[in-house]
């Protein structure tokens, strides 16, 4: 699309040059008004978050922005928020593990049936995901509460009431329920488009089905391993409907402590400071991402 | 087909039960709220007799349906602001080079990766700034209400419009376009009789999605809505927080029906191809961190 003809015989450079730079200036042109909103609404919010995590608190809850300082950076270091940002990592992490494990052989199973069955397959993996987050979530306080499914099942069994409601476990499952889909699509796309021929052929080497799987088929898939991870990972570190619904009061994590800090504690500079800390674990994951080649999935 | 990709025997039957499971979990939880949803006990998990009692009870509580209104005109206007800009974006970014043109592309997906918690911060901050700054110059007292929102989901749907309407574009060249510029077609022709028509499923798609966000989203609004204007989410999420009611359930069920019909379309038209297209299945754009 660069190399737009000219419609006369005798295009000269000039003409040529002149046409292009007519044409780039029509690029900018539409695209002016959503960069002109996102530069306003999106761009300079996030430097002025950056700009609130140096300012200090006033007795009142007021932020100044007088003099700068690095307070709300140094009360990160606390033991209080290190055990928040530790259980917050280690609820990430379970959750993109348990997803990695289930969605790996799902997506396989969706990917190496026929074109028509594979399509209902995905949709109907879509469906549920794209629909009311909060509800979904709703869905499982109302199973896992005292007097829950969960519960009337083990006690159906023979076995004690259990509550899991407010506990990190509730968390970890509605979490896992939340942010499947992003595993399952990259997984879905990196296995769909895997060069089979090469799987033969190690078969034909009289490798066996597991070794050819491990030895050719995984590593031909990882970068939607990777593309998946990183993409269940990021908002699972940063949820917040998830842990406000199904979490106790015990177990805060980034995103509760985040909100709180803005809504009820009225320490903007510090909230401004912890969400700053969480972009940048993001804005690292995203670049292990990049370098992956993952994004090519 | 070929041999080695479907597996078989014991293999595929454990992948077959695996897979059947995935499904049980994902669909369970929805079939059982909607199936509580219509039990006449005050209780939420016993299941004494079917009725619609809480349906009605919703239809006659004034803040739902309050909030319900707001939920409309707030998803409403930032469909058609985001639906515009977007579509621009995506035109832009896919048929032209100019300056500025990579950085762009860079922000432009930003609003989709970043969660929901930091962008409601983001906004927070900038409209309490923004409403100071208002007040000092102008003498005009605003204040955070159904604007405010407004303008908050059309920064993240923006995006969520630009991916679909670019994956549509990217399916065909402009070869279409140069041969009616060729016709002397204007410009604005050209994009009504050939460009619009083509990328129509891509925007009625990617309005569709930005429909169901906007009336999904609760931790932005819960940020930027201030006093007195709530959206369904966000007093549905309330509700929520201060225990598990039947009320709940009936107004979860009709929120969950509604995104899932939305879904369902966009899905459809997103996926509507032209002719000559290959067959092959593609993934649509990956789900964005909804609520995260």
């Known amino acids: 699309m660069a190399s737009r003809q000219m419609t006369t015989q005798e295009a000269t450079p000039e003409l040529e040059a002149a046409a292009e730079r007519a044409r780039s200036r029509r690029g900018f042109r539409i695209a002016l008004p959503s960069f002109a909103y996102l530069v306003i609404f999106f761009v300079l919010p996030l430097l002025l978050v950056l700009v609130y995590s140096f300012a200090s608190r006033s007795s009142t809850g007021l932020t100044l922005l007088e003099d700068w300082n690095l307070d709300s950076y140094g009360r990160l270091f606390t033991p209080l928020v290190g055990e928040i940002f530790l259980r917050s990592l280690v609820l990430a992490l379970s959750t993109t593990a348990i997803c990695l494990v289930v969605c790996y052989p799902f997506a396989y199973y969706i990917a190496t049936r026929g074109p028509t069955l594979r399509n209902v397959l995905l949709v109907l993996v879509m469906i549920p995901f794209w629909s009311n987050f909060l509800v979904r979530t709703y869905a499982w306080s109302f199973i896992l509460g005292s007097d829950g499914i969960a519960s009337q099942i083990s006690q159906a069994f023979g076995g004690e009431p259990v509550r899991l409601l407010f506990t990190n476990t509730a968390v970890l499952i509605g979490m896992v329920y939340g942010f499947m889909p992003f595993m399952v699509l990259p997984l879905y796309a990196a296995i769909e488009r895997l060069d089979w021929s090469l799987v033969e052929a190690a078969r034909d080497l009289y490798a066996s089905g597991w070794t050819a799987f491990r030895k050719v088929t995984l590593p031909l898939s990882m970068p939607g391993v990777i593309a998946g991870s990183i993409l269940v990972f990021i908002p699972a570190l940063g949820a917040y409907v998830t842990p406000a619904i199904l979490g106790g009061a015990r177990t805060t994590l980034i995103g509760d402590y985040i909100v709180g800090q803005f809504l009820s504690a009225r320490n903007w500079p510090f909230g401004s400071a912890l969400s700053i800390s969480i972009m940048f674990l993001m804005l690292i994951a995203t670049l292990i991402y990049f370098r992956s080649g993952a994004r090519n999935v | ?292």
């Open chain 2, 1 to 292: 087909m070929s041999d080695q990709r479907t597996p078989r025997g014991p293999v595929n039957r454990l992948l077959a039960a695996n897979a059947w499971l995935v499904y049980i979990f994902f669909y369970a939880p929805i079939a059982l709220l909607i199936f509580f949803s219509f039990n006449d006990n005050e209780n939420v998990s016993i299941f004494t007799e079917p009725s619609l009692r809480w349906y009605r009870a919703m239809l006659e509580d004034d803040r739902i349906l309050s909030a319900l209104r707001n939920s409309l005109i707030v998803a409403f206007a930032s469909t058609i602001i985001s639906t515009i800009l977007g579509t621009m974006l995506a035109i832009a970014l896919e048929r032209y080079r100019f300056r500025g043109r990579g950085l762009l592309d860079g922000i432009a997906y930003m609003p989709i990766i970043i969660p929901d918690v930091t962008m409601g911060v983001m906004l927070l901050i900038f409209f309490f700034q923004a409403i100071g700054l208002i007040d000092d110059l102008f003498g005009i007292g605003l204040r955070t209400g159904l604007g405010t929102i407004t303008l908050a989901h059309v920064a993240f749907n923006i995006s969520f419009v630009a991916v679909v309407v670019r994956a549509r574009l990217a399916q065909f060249d402009d070869a279409l376009e140069e041969a009616a510029a060729d016709l002397y077609a204007t410009r604005w022709q050209t994009f009504r009789r050939v460009t619009l028509p083509l990328i129509a499923p891509g925007v009625a798609g990617g309005a569709l999605l930005a429909l169901t966000l906007s009336l999904d989203d609760v931790v932005v609004t819960q940020f930027v809505s201030g006093q007195g204007a709530t959206t369904l989410p966000v007093y549905v999420f309330g509700l929520i927080r201060r225990g598990v009611t039947p009320l709940i359930n009936a107004v979860s069920v009709v929120m969950l029906v509604a995104s899932m019909l939305l879904v369902a379309i966009s899905l459809g038209l997103q996926r509507t191809r032209s002719k000559g297209d290959e067959e092959e299945p593609d993934v649509p754009l990956t789900p964005q961190q909804q609520g995260a």
